[in-house]
């Protein structure tokens, strides 16, 4: 692949796989890292594509590989005590939005609430992708909306009282 093809793609696509990232790992460097490893296997691989979508959806499924590589490697399975204790869920009184709640949910639910309402895909899209069937994505999105409603919910009723 040449540098200006290359170069081409990470302006058009880079903020889509860092948004992925970002959102698989809730971390701004770890987002940064994976979207350096996703461009280095497309220039490496230099893969043929049909078409735009075709080249979004691979991005997209070499986007969720990595961010779960990510997790696996063995340095990140253990955490500091004190870095434990940052990463505590927050009290209830700091103010959460709705990023804040989409970020507190499982990698599973985080991934497709973040692909269907961020990246605006279809459910299809986003089974292509992940490498999952249709009804598996509807259930992650359902599941994922009850959670939202309830963390969101607890947060309306804590700023009543």
């Known amino acids: 692949m040449e540098q200006e093809e290359a170069r081409r793609l990470v302006e058009e696509y880079g903020s889509m796989v860092y948004r992925l990232a970002y959102a698989r790992t809730g971390s701004r460097a770890d987002a940064e890292d994976i979207t350096q490893e996703v461009f280095l296997r497309l220039v490496r691989a230099a893969p043929a594509f049909r078409d735009g979508e075709h080249r979004r959806a691979w991005l997209l499924r070499v986007t969720a590989n990595c961010a779960k590589d990510f997790f696996r490697a063995p340095w990140r399975r253990h955490r500091p005590l004190e870095e434990a204790a940052a990463l505590a869920a927050p009290g209830p009184e700091e103010d959460r939005g709705v ?43 359902s599941r994922a909306r009850g959670m939202l409603r309830a963390a969101l919910s607890g947060e309306e009723d804590e700023q009543r009282v």
Not at 118 to 135: D, N, P, Q, T, W
């Open 99 to 141: 990023l804040d709640a989409v970020l507190a949910l499982p990698e599973r639910y985080r991934t497709v609430v973040h692909l269907f309402y961020y990246e605006e895909l279809s459910v299809a899209e986003i089974a292509a992708a992940l490498g999952k069937s249709e009804g598996a994505v509807r259930t992650r999105l």
